[in-house]
């Protein structure tokens, strides 16, 4: 299976990374277009194919993955549509708040294409992204082929369109998840941990927490409650971050960013 990128930014290129680690595909399976050369050399040299026209990028391929800013997919779409194979290729848009009606009306050849709307994050070059996937007009063999794709760099989830305005907002999670890392390191620092020791705690007990929740299935205050003594200083902590409206700013983040 050949699979396209074009645009290699910031998620193209971490898309473009985690395809190349995968045992799935082999480098010569990848091809990345982009304007940015230094981009391509870095992509070439890892063993993918590189080009500068994003149509000569789409023959060939069995998926066409548009990854670029969203104010850019009409132009991207518009010029490679006369290249693209509706019966044989799949196409896969990667772009904040762009709708299928508009996809579909940029894509116009009298033929309606199976394409999908996708949203992974940036943690997809380490294959450990949280991928939404909304397909559009799409076969259950085809849906299938692309969710066993992004299975293989990390999970995935089908979702209805209606959902996906949502699910780019908690794909920044990733970012908020970020910042109380930082957060924490800077707690430890001034409680009189280096910042690299301080760094280590909070991440592997952060990847503890993920894996213990992954593995037992239980809901986050079931195991909470294994934690929090009563009087100790876990529970005194957490009702401090309660105070200081912990989960609310958590919450009025994911709104603020569906908007």
Same mark, same amino acid.
């Given at each position: ?7 290699a930014g910031a998620m193209g290129g971490a898309m473009a990374e985690g ?7 082999t480098p010569s399976d990848i091809t990345v277009s982009d304007h940015n ?58 772009? $904040? ?40 007009? $799409? ?43 930082? $957060? ?50 876990t529970i005194k902590g957490l009702n401090t971050m309660e105070q200081g ?15």
């Open positions: 299976m050949k699979i396209t990128i074009i645009g395809l190349l680690q995968s045992e799935k595909f050369q230094p981009v391509l050399d870095h992509f070439a040299s890892e063993g993918a194919s590189v080009t500068l026209d994003n149509q000569l990028a789409c023959h060939g391929a069995d998926i066409i993955c548009v990854v670029v800013k969203p104010w850019c997919v009409e132009k991207t779409l518009k010029g490679i549509k006369d290249a693209l194979n509706y019966k044989n290729q799949k196409l896969v848009v990667v772009a $904040a708040g762009v709708p299928s009606a508009n996809i579909k009306e940029w894509l116009d050849n009298g033929i309606t294409p199976t394409f999908f709307l996708v949203m992974p994050n940036i943690a997809i070059a380490y294959k450990q992204s949280m991928t939404f996937i909304t397909p559009v007009d $799409a076969s259950a063999t085809e849906i299938q082929q692309i969710t066993e794709i992004f299975d293989e760099l990390g999970e995935s989830l089908i979702m209805e369109e209606r959902l996906f305005p949502a699910a780019t907002a908690m794909s920044c999670a990733i970012a908020y998840a970020m910042r109380y890392v930082r $957060a924490n390191v800077e707690g430890g620092v001034e409680m009189g941990f280096k910042a690299k020791d301080a760094q280590k705690i909070v991440l592997q007990t952060i990847k503890g927490a993920v894996e213990l929740l992954q593995e037992t299935g239980e809901h986050p205050e079931a195991a909470i409650d294994k934690v929090t003594t009563p009087g100790g200083c409206g912990f989960t609310s700013a958590v919450i009025n983040g994911l709104l603020a960013g569906k908007k």
